[in-house]
């Protein structure tokens, strides 16, 4: 099968995360022929893929017309990382760009043609969304077996807690009063934070209908925690989603 890696704009941690796959790598080259990734090689061959891999946001015109390529000259179309799901922390910035780009250079003029940071799946259809800031590698590894052995890939649609509970993790919410967000947060990284002490900081994106961010908005206020500083906690990787 025919794989191409294309990057957006984003802080590269997503495409580096699946070279940390080190020796898991071969496997994968037993099914996979690389035909681009920059964050790899220099070789570099177009033609039609099986699966395209997309990380980061659209952020400038560069990026919108290599997702369209990516878009139209693959099967299979993967967004990989909260930057492409969500439109992570660049996507939660408030405000146009030409108002950004007059603060800081003086002039609206946009030489760059850098756009407002919206997510991949906001510009095309993704076949699958893989969430993370980074996500575990293990996840992408075991996303491009199943598509190589045409097994369909399970999509987690489950919050960080349902994790906690598997692994008997002490809920940091309850017993400490932390400001996890793992109620209202997709789950898949095996609620690594929490198994550190530390609250889930919503890294996944926002879980999608059952999720009641109202009412853990409440829970944390009634906690004493300060309006403003929760509203930019929940808005940290979910581009506005969270309002309500
Ligand atoms: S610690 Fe956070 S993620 Fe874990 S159960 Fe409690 S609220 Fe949910
Ligand atoms: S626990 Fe939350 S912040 Fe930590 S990796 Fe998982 S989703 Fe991200």
Not at 124 to 138: E, N, S
């Amino acid at each position: 099968m025919k794989l191409g890696v294309f990057e957006l704009t984003d802080c590269g941690g997503c495409a580096l995360n699946i070279l940390f796959l080190y020796e898991k790598l071969f496997d994968l080259l037993e099914f996979y022929e690389i035909k681009e990734f920059h964050m790899a090689s220099s070789f570099k061959e177009h033609d039609h893929l099986d699966v395209a891999i997309v990380t980061g946001t659209v952020s400038c015109q560069r990026d919108l017309e290599v997702l369209r390529h990516a878009r139209n000259y693959s099967n299979y179309l993967i967004a990989l990382g909260t930057c492409a799901t969500h439109g992570s922390v660049q996507g939660a910035v408030e405000g146009k760009i030409r108002d950004k780009l007059e603060k800081v250079y003086g002039t609206r003029a946009n030489t760059m043609k850098a756009l407002d940071p919206k997510p991949v799946v906001e510009y095309v259809a993704v076949d699958f969304a893989l969430p993370g800031c980074p996500y575990d590698k293990m996840e992408i590894y075991q996303l491009l077996i199943d598509l190589a052995k045409g097994v369909e890939p399970i999509k987690k649609d489950y919050p960080v807690c349902i994790e906690c509970k598997l692994n008997e993790y002490e809920c940091v919410l309850v017993k400490k009063g932390l400001p996890c967000l793992g109620p209202i947060t997709v789950g898949g990284c095996n609620a690594i934070c929490v198994k550190s002490k530390l609250g889930c900081i919503g890294c996944r994106g926002p879980l999608p209908k059952e999720a009641n961010p109202a009412g853990e908005f409440e829970i944390l206020r009634n906690l004493g925690y300060d309006e403003e500083y929760l509203r930019r906690k929940f808005k940290t990787f979910a581009r506005g989603e969270l309002r309500w």
